[in-house]
């Protein structure tokens, strides 16, 4: 977990990523890197802005490395991407990346339909990639998330044990961090407090990101309960944008937009201008024509007299 | 505040009474029974059905009587309606209206707007109130809600200071319990907890229901707010329907369904049936055709292997 000041909040972006992945319409390269530019005018200091996947499986990233390219040329900015196995680690170091993601699934089913390995097989694919960071780019950041932690619309019910248990291989493995994802939208506050506090417990400073889904409407109220268990770093997607081609039913992230409105009106710093969030909207919109985007604050506009420290 | 069980939620359902007075459409009064009765059938047993006022502002309310009439053939169902002045009390308990419900706005201008009196006159109009039910209707309950509690779109930011003082007269002119209303759609998770903890210090077991609106996406985490700081008794209001004419900018309630989904999942008891109260969309959406009705759990559907203990 990066430091952070008091009262700092780091939204971590995901929409380049979680939410292009999962729609059908491929954004054009040239739109891609206007809305990043966008989303980092606004302030957003971390990106995740794609995956390296084979482009046959998800061609949605086939300009990863292009996108890379232009993201890192804004400057503070760290460079996110998600990497499933070892040759997409390779490549995603190759193309510069600051900080890698790797999914690791709690649930048996939906480990084996997103990335063809049972959680314990994929935990040695985080040894290799850690291995790899370790001996090639000891400069390079490694997350894992931890997803359907919540529950799966595969096979039901994900035993908590299950999920403090691979968090502890993956930090045995040599991540930096570990994070926790409601890939389905199945989580409820009360799960969230007890789950992230016993991943603190488990990993103390190591106890990374949540990443909410707003499937069922409690994104934002999860988050809460993430932060009152002491998470400081949260996913978002721009407009709501998000789901996971192998996890039927999974629907939206939570909103970038809604969520930095909480935060900041709660008097956290998130370093976002709400304004030039809102405005990221339109390249993302431009590159997605048709494509509905989510989000409350947008539509409902900021409250009266609303003010924000300057980022 | 009724008693209730322990980990027991009261959800009160202000649909028929919040939602409609903020649609142009009149419902017809075959359509209001028929989802009253849908509700209450869903294990709802606190229904807010309708106003008492003049037809000729809110001719949606016209037939509140016959409505009230209808609701108290439903056994154990406390029906509440909500009355602006002396004559809407008087003519509330005529029609043998369980509880009343007092609008007290904290921002002088929406009350202006809204009751056409100042704050301090509505204390005045509260006091008649609650002589006339002390004198004509003792059993009947009263509780005041003080609206844009945290926040007015008409004229900013309203003083803490205020709401409680307005709480605190409320509660001396005679009236059981006072809750708080987030009329605009302002309010965020740390003020939740701060207002509704100063209002507990202040009253007590007189502090009410937290009455939140979803305007910028934040009514699920500001009811979870309200609960950490001691809240059960939340309105909501199916579908999502609810605003308030005199409040611009002001949208809807927090959705009963997301919020009954969240409350069961976290383990604690609204004795409501999720799949009854969805099939309860149907006879609203059948009086209002055309009008959009919101909700995320009753468009993803309910989790996997999700049971409720039977209400």
Chains 1, 2 share one sequence.
Request: overall charge negative; hydrophobic content about 45%; charged content about 15%.
């Amino acid at each position: 977990m990066p430091a952070l000041a008091p009262n700092s909040i780091l939204i971590s972006e995901v929409g380049p990523r979680d939410g292009l992945q999962s729609v059908a319409t491929v954004m054009p390269t040239a739109d891609k890197k206007r809305w990043i530019t966008a989303l980092y005018a606004a302030g957003l200091r971390e990106i995740e802005v794609g995956s390296f996947v084979p482009a046959r499986l998800l061609p949605q990233m086939a300009d990863v490395a292009d996108v890379v390219a232009h993201a890192l040329t804004l400057p503070g900015l760290t460079v996110m991407a998600l990497v499933p196995n070892l040759r997409g680690a390779q490549a995603a170091i190759a193309a510069g990346v600051h900080k890698l993601t790797l999914p690791v699934s709690a649930s048996q089913a939906h480990s084996l339909a997103n990335v063809r390995k049972t959680p314990d097989q994929m935990i040695e694919e985080v040894r290799l990639i850690a291995a790899l960071r370790r001996d090639t780019a000891p400069q390079v950041g490694l997350e894992a998330g931890i997803s359907t932690a919540f529950g799966c619309t595969l096979q039901g019910a994900v035993a908590e044990d299950e999920v403090i248990r691979l968090a502890l291989e993956c930090a045995r493995a040599g991540v930096d961090e570990v994070g926790l994802s409601d890939t389905t939208g199945y989580a409820n506050p009360a799960q969230v407090r007890r789950l992230f506090g016993r991943l603190r417990s488990a990993l103390g400073q190591q106890a990374g990101a949540a990443h909410m889904h707003n499937t069922r409407g409690l994104g934002l109220a999860n988050c809460l309960a993430a932060l009152d268990a002491g998470v400081r770093t949260f996913d978002a997607s721009l407009g709501g944008l998000g789901g996971c081609p192998y996890a039927p039913g999974a629907s939206g992230n939570v909103v970038t937009e809604d969520l930095v409105f909480m935060f900041e009106a709660m008097g956290l710093s998130t370093g976002i201008d709400l304004q030039a969030l809102i405005a990221a909207r339109a390249p993302l919109q431009a590159g997605l024509p048709g494509e509905p985007l989510y989000g409350m604050t947008p539509d409902a506009g900021l409250p009266q007299g609303w003010a924000q420290a300057a980022p």
